[in-house]
């Protein structure tokens, strides 16, 4: 992305250009780090892969104060080289405010990181307020559609229980967006329901339906599954054509032809409709699916990318 956008890296020479060593113990973390979960494991796993093969990148620092340094990208080799017990870091120092600094430390993780949604959400929220950024400024700067912005910024919206758990991966960031709508004693009350019980985002907007006295979701496609096959009329009909009938007398069963649905589609749009419909229940099992649809001569061509959940 273009960094010039939030007057980053215009005209800024390293004030050493080459790497220098400086000790661990006046280096401090980057005060808007937007990651607040470390996995120690990993840390753990990188400090052992830089005890065997040493430090591949250094880490970059800004002075700011004399003999004390902030770390700007890198945090997470810092952190393994004090697991190690290094006293000194292999860095490069650059001369940076605390603006340029501060928008860099959150770019550079976002491009880097694999952030949580609400530690994205965060992140996006302070380079707009930093650079006084529009949405559509910070979407255009990064590279991602306003919309997308959009919703990771309603995430901070939630009470701070609800962000926790999804910065756990406690809940996904699905749950959390159906949650949006509720009190904060109602957000309360779902989060416990759906940590203990484990329920899927689609239980979940079930549960907060009947809490709104809204149609429930489930219920309402499922109603528009029978009457888009005419099962409902069916199964009526020959429910009273059976109560219009005298008893007869028990006869062996005989073999039957099964038919299909008696009901016969021609509008192709029907079909993608059932298709949308079903890619519905896999995003509700986490997967984010993308449909483009093209018009033929001989009907409609869909091309379906299911891509995998990562929280």
Request: hydrophobic fraction near 35%; charge should be positive.
């Amino acid at each position: 992305m273009a960094f010039s956008l939030f007057n980053i890296g215009k005209s800024k020479e390293p004030v050493k250009n080459q790497v220098v060593e400086v000790p661990l113990a006046q280096i401090v973390p980057n005060r808007y780090q937007p990651r607040q979960v470390f996995d120690q494991t990993a840390i753990q796993e990188l400090a052992q892969t830089i005890d065997e093969h040493g430090l591949l990148q250094p880490i970059i620092l800004r002075e700011y104060e004399t003999g004390k340094y902030e770390i700007i990208a890198g945090e997470r080799r810092f952190r393994a080289m004090s697991l190690l017990n290094w006293t000194k870091a292999p860095a490069i120092v650059e001369k940076m405010n605390d603006q340029e600094t501060a928008s860099l430390a959150l770019i550079e993780n976002l491009q880097r990181s694999q952030l949580s949604p609400v530690e994205e959400a965060q992140a996006y929220q302070q380079l707009m307020e930093l650079n006084k950024l529009t949405q559509s400024a910070l979407a255009k700067g990064m590279g991602k559609s306003q919309s997308f912005v959009a919703n990771k910024l309603r995430l901070l919206q939630l009470i701070t229980p609800v962000q926790n758990a999804i910065m756990d991966h406690k809940i996904s960031e699905r749950h959390g967006r159906a949650m949006l709508s509720l009190s904060e004693d109602q957000q309360r009350d779902i989060l416990m329901k759906i940590v203990n019980n484990d329920w899927t985002v689609r239980q979940t907007e079930d549960e907060i339906a009947r809490m709104q006295g809204k149609p429930v979701p489930s219920e309402v496609e499922a109603q528009k599954q029978r009457e888009l096959f005419g099962l409902d009329e069916e199964l009526t009909v020959k429910k009273d054509d059976a109560q219009d009938q005298p008893a007869k007398k028990k006869k062996a069963p005989k073999k039957t032809k099964k038919v299909a649905s008696r009901v016969k589609v021609s509008d192709p749009r029907i079909a993608v409709n059932t298709i949308k419909k079903s890619l519905k229940l896999v995003n509700d099992n986490g997967f984010e699916t993308k449909v483009k649809e093209t018009k033929t001569a001989n009907g409609v061509e869909l091309t379906i990318t299911i891509v995998a959940p990562t929280d």
